[in-house]
């Protein structure tokens, strides 16, 4: 079995990984086109037909 990874400090993230073993299966995942640039904002834009819910998270209340 061979094993290959690419770790991206500067995306911290796995950029490639390659898995051969012959005994199961091969597989390889790659990004590419690895686009920097800030996203356009209105794809962050809530859809039509939906809408915000602000929800306070609290713990459970013990029960012992």
Known sequence: MVSE???SKD???GVSCKLDDPR???W???MS???RSEPD???FDIPRG???LDVTWAPAA???
Do not use: M, N, P, Q
């Open 5 to 7: 990874s690419w770790y």
């Open 11 to 13: 995306l911290c993230v």
């Open 24 to 26: 199961r299966d091969s």
């Open 28 to 30: 390889e995942t790659t």
């Open 33 to 35: 086109k690895i686009d």
């Open 41 to 43: 904002a209105e794809l």
């Open 50 to 52: 939906h809408g915000r």
């Open 62 to 64: 013990d029960s012992r």
